[in-house]
C-alpha cells in the first residue's frame, strides 16, 4: 500500500474521531470560563467520565497526575485534555485547558497551561 494512502486514511479517521468527540462541545449550562474560554456542563461532565476510565498515560500520554493542594474532591488527582466549540474549530495542536478529576472520577477543577506550568482557572 502505498504511504500517501495511508496517510490520507489516518487523516480521514482522524478528522472523523474529531467530529465524533465534538458533539455536545456546547451543551448543558456554563460550568467554567477559563481565561475567556468556556466550558459546558456536558462536555465537562464526559471528559471527567473519560479520563476516569483511562490508565495513566494511556492517551498521548494522558491522564496525568497532578498535584495541588486545595482542591475540592478525593486525592489523587489527574489532568485530561478539554476542547469547547472554539478551540476545536481552531485546531490547536497543543492542548492547553485541562480537566482536572479527582480519585473518584468528578471534576475538581480547571487549570491552563502556560510556559511556567499550570495556573488554576
Do not use: W
Request: aromatic share 16%; charged share 15%.
Amino acid at each position: 500500500m502505498n504511504l500517501l494512502y495511508f496517510t490520507e486514511i489516518a487523516t480521514i479517521l482522524s478528522l472523523f474521531t474529531l467530529l465524533c468527540t465534538a458533539t455536545g462541545l456546547d451543551e448543558g449550562y456554563e460550568m467554567y470560563n477559563c481565561y475567556g474560554q468556556t466550558f459546558y456542563s456536558n462536555n465537562v461532565y464526559n471528559t471527567a467520565l473519560k479520563s476516569f476510565k483511562m490508565s495513566i498515560g494511556e492517551s498521548e500520554g494522558y491522564p496525568r497526575n497532578y498535584e495541588a493542594p486545595g482542591l475540592d474532591g478525593t486525592p489523587p488527582y489527574t489532568i485530561f485534555p478539554i476542547l469547547n466549540e472554539v478551540l476545536f474549530k481552531i485546531a490547536s495542536p497543543k492542548p492547553y485547558y485541562f480537566l482536572v478529576v479527582d480519585g473518584e472520577g468528578a471534576q475538581a477543577g480547571m487549570v491552563y497551561e502556560t510556559s511556567h506550568g499550570y495556573v488554576a482557572c
